[in-house]
């Protein structure tokens, strides 16, 4: 009888669910199971799993227990559902970003003693140091940003340094605050994890702290990815009490330069309790949106649009261009070489840093509220004030007015700020121009034509990520794809008028079911993770077998092996489908069409009234 086939496990720790996803040896996605936390754990309490602190005070956070206790419900969930568990042969982890988890000092004792016959949470109740988890929601840190900032020189100096200006929701700040408003639990921490750091200390439940995905460091502030190593002046800004810096370093630990490492076997709590097999190894987590980058593999110069209730646009870059506007991660499957704060990785081979930047058009850092972001909600309220609610007549609108040939150049554009957002800095209200000319172009309060409100919207935010991406690739050409995800990313003319702005193909990830070829309804972060645990098992059994070039292939390279090989062996009914994709696992939803010659004229001329619309004239 052959053997079964290797599994591979992605997580993802989100606000809202703990999510697995169980993917085959060539990446197909087999099987996924959920546990949502207002739901699933309702003793807890939370909405969009989260609680909120006293009315004014911005404070978002959730239970740390949670994450453990749905860990719990999860295995049991996937016992039930009879994943094969025993095959599975790596797993990964994605956590939601910047949030901070404290461990007790004797947090490694009972991490290495876990009794298989019993639950993990009520074995871990002293685990923790706080007992709570400060969410990205949470705004409660400015003043602890202004520490940073200050610390550093300028936004722009903290940028360069950490690749983001200060942000309330990033873990320096953060663990700032903890150490003010707490200071004996702050004293009583032996290590800081986050979220995805933790989900994989707890894989391993071998009473060791897992070391910090250096993907994930970046959404500290306090990682200084010049030098690759945690910046002193952060520290010591976060550190207080005359800038003592040791203790700090200590709870922060060790750094993962290299995404694919083996960080530990999987716990014998889950072997004894749950039949994994001991030979399943653990790499180390990430972030959720450096997990969901990777389950597009983004390739350089390709990028992300999530058109959700907000719009983030990820671009993957070969360079750093940190700007205080966005967000500079490394790459979160790469195999760096090791940092002076990091783990040595042995063996490996060193390839070209990569990066990915994240813009984020939301005010994230004053708090989530349904009128803030500059992104569906401004989409959607066009609609509902000028097209009865109603998406086909915005569309249909829409269609009307774009650009039929190059000639057709723009002459009006419309900025919704409904509330401040923060790309670009300071932006509020709502400002409308009409005129081929940016300096006398008119400020009006409404097109006259009505169908121009739909098209003006749509091309003022694709212009602005054509923009910014543009300026973060340092190539007028900007973007040579863009993945659509989120609602907004179903409707056919967003994705039209994005390839004709963009200037590059609309794309999607796509599978083949047996019968026809879909959109991928997988869950994208867990996914991208699982991903990860098959790169890691790769190289791992390679270098067991002293195979020193295989153990160290990069991750995109692996994933195209694997799509190569899962192409050649589909059935000829996939391949000679109608819509059948050019790369397996990747289809166009748009292609610039004739009237996409239009905007590259229009970029300048935008860009001028967006600097008039933040001046107010
Ligand atoms: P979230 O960001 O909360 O995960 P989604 O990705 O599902 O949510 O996106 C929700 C948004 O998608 C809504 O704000 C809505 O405006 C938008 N949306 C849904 N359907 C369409 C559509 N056909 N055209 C444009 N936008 C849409
Ligand atoms: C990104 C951010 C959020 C969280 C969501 O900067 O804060 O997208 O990662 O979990």
Not at 153 to 170: C, K, P, V
Not at 295 to 300: C, D, G, K, N, T
Not at 464 to 484: D, E, H, K, T
Request: charged letters at 20%; glycine letters at 10%; one cysteine or more.
């Amino acid at each position: 009888m052959a053997p079964p086939q290797p599994l591979f496990l992605g997580l993802d720790c989100s606000t809202q669910a703990l999510k697995a996803s169980l993917l085959s040896s060539d990446l197909r996605v087999l099987a996924e199971e959920e546990v949502r936390f207002d739901n699933d754990l309702a003793h807890f309490g939370t909405r969009g799993g989260v609680l909120h602190g006293p009315e004014g005070s911005g404070e978002v956070f959730s239970p740390v227990l949670q994450p453990v206790e749905a860990l719990d419900l999860l295995l049991e969930r996937i016992k039930a559902a009879g994943w094969d568990v025993d095959s599975i042969r790596a797993v990964s982890a994605a956590g939601q970003q910047h949030a901070t988890v404290y461990w007790s000092h004797e947090a490694s004792r009972l991490l290495g003693t876990l009794d298989p016959g019993a639950p993990m949470a009520p074995q871990l109740l002293r685990a923790f140091s706080r007992d709570i988890i400060p969410n990205w929601q949470d705004s409660s840190t400015g003043a602890e940003c202004a520490e940073i900032t200050a610390a550093l020189g300028s936004a722009e100096q903290l940028a360069d340094a950490t690749g983001s200006s200060a942000h309330t929701r990033f873990s320096g700040a953060q663990i700032a605050k903890f150490r003010k408003v707490s200071p004996e639990a702050y004293a009583d921490t032996a290590r800081i994890s986050l979220v995805s750091s933790m989900v994989t200390t707890l894989l391993c439940a071998d009473g060791d702290v897992k070391g910090i995905d250096e993907s994930d460091a970046c959404g500290m502030n306090l990682w200084d990815m010049r030098s690759r190593a945690w910046s002193e002046p952060a520290l010591a800004a976060v550190a207080g009490g005359g800038g003592d810096t040791a203790a700090l370093r200590s709870k922060l630990g060790l750094v993962e330069t290299d995404g694919g490492r083996v960080v530990g076997q999987i716990g014998q709590w889950f072997v004894k309790r749950y039949g994994f097999s001991p030979e399943c190894i653990v790499l180390p987590g990430t972030g959720d949106n450096p997990a969901t980058f990777l389950s597009l593999v983004l390739r350089e110069s390709e990028g992300l649009l999530s058109l959700g209730t907000s719009d983030v646009v990820m671009v993957s870059t070969a360079a750093y261009t940190p700007h205080p506007e966005y967000h500079a991660f490394f790459h979160p499957a790469q195999i760096a070489p090791p940092s002076k704060d990091g783990t040595a990785v042995a063996g490996a081979q060193a390839e070209q840093l990569r990066y990915f930047n994240m813009l984020v058009y939301k005010s994230a850092y004053v708090g989530w509220s349904p009128l803030t972001p500059d992104g569906s909600l401004a989409r959607e309220h066009v609609r509902d004030k000028y097209f009865a609610k109603c998406w086909d007549d915005f569309n249909a609108a829409a269609e009307r007015l774009r650009p039929k040939s190059a000639a057709d150049v723009p002459s009006r554009t419309a900025f919704w700020w409904l509330l401040p957002d923060i790309i670009p800095a300071n932006a509020h209200g709502v400002h409308k121009y009409e005129g081929r000319d940016a300096a006398s172009a008119g400020s009006v309060d409404a097109f006259a034509d009505r169908d121009a409100e739909a098209l003006a919207i749509l091309e003022s935010q694709m212009l602005n990520y054509r923009s910014r991406s543009s300026a973060i690739l340092g190539s007028p050409a900007g973007l040579s794809r863009a993945y659509v995800a989120g609602g907004a990313g179903k409707n056919p003319t967003i994705c039209a008028v994005a390839a004709d702005v963009l200037a590059c193909p609309v794309s999607k990830a796509v599978e083949w079911d047996g019968r026809q070829w879909g959109e991928a309804g997988w869950n994208a972060c867990s996914v991208g993770v699982g991903y990860k645990a098959r790169w890691g098992w790769e190289r791992e059994a390679a270098r067991q077998r002293g195979d020193g070039a295989r153990a160290s292939i990069g991750f995109d390279d692996l994933i195209a092996e694997i799509r190569r090989a899962r192409r050649a062996a589909l059935p000829a009914e996939a391949l000679s489908a109608a819509d059948a994709p050019d790369d397996e696992g990747v289809a166009n939803v748009a292609v610039p069409g004739p009237g996409a010659g239009a905007y590259d004229a229009a970029v300048g001329w935008w860009q001028a009234l967006e600097a008039r619309a933040l001046a107010g004239k």
